[in-house]
């Protein structure tokens, strides 16, 4: 079965950085787009970044030119480098899949994904 494992989050001051991983296994990976989402204590969950099979990739305008999502298809790896935070970027982060046949489309919908890993927590302190 489809595994989606995140890692990387913990604490960090505002303006720091982390990368965050999401490994995958049980996919061909290389026929998945993949994206990340978040979602802050009483807030609903929302989008961050999605990269398409080949590398095009998607924003929120809220992270856009601080964060980079990025995909390694070899280690079967998504990962999101993730710089300049601030406190409102503290949130629980999900690594999302879906199997898709467009080479060049990413998504920005949670509706439009298949697969969720568990999460890995992000605190920004100010």
């Known amino acids: 079965q489809v595994q989606l494992v995140e890692s990387g989050g913990g604490l960090v001051q505002a303006g720091g950085s982390l990368r965050l991983a999401c490994a995958a296994s049980g996919l061909t990976f290389s026929t998945y787009a993949m994206g990340w989402f978040r979602q802050a204590p009483g807030k609903e969950r929302e989008f961050v970044a999605g990269i398409s099979r080949s590398g095009e990739t998607g924003y929120a305008d809220s992270v856009k030119g601080r964060f980079t999502i990025s995909r390694d298809n070899a280690k079967n790896t998504a990962y999101l480098q993730m710089n300049s935070l601030k406190p409102e970027d503290t949130a629980v982060y999900y690594c999302?899949?879906?199997?898709?046949?467009?080479?060049?489309?990413?998504?920005?919908?949670?509706?439009?994904?298949?697969?969720w890993g568990q999460g890995t927590q992000v605190t920004v302190s100010s």
């Open positions: 999302t899949s879906v199997k898709t046949y467009y080479t060049s489309s990413y998504y920005m919908r949670g509706q439009d994904y298949v697969y």
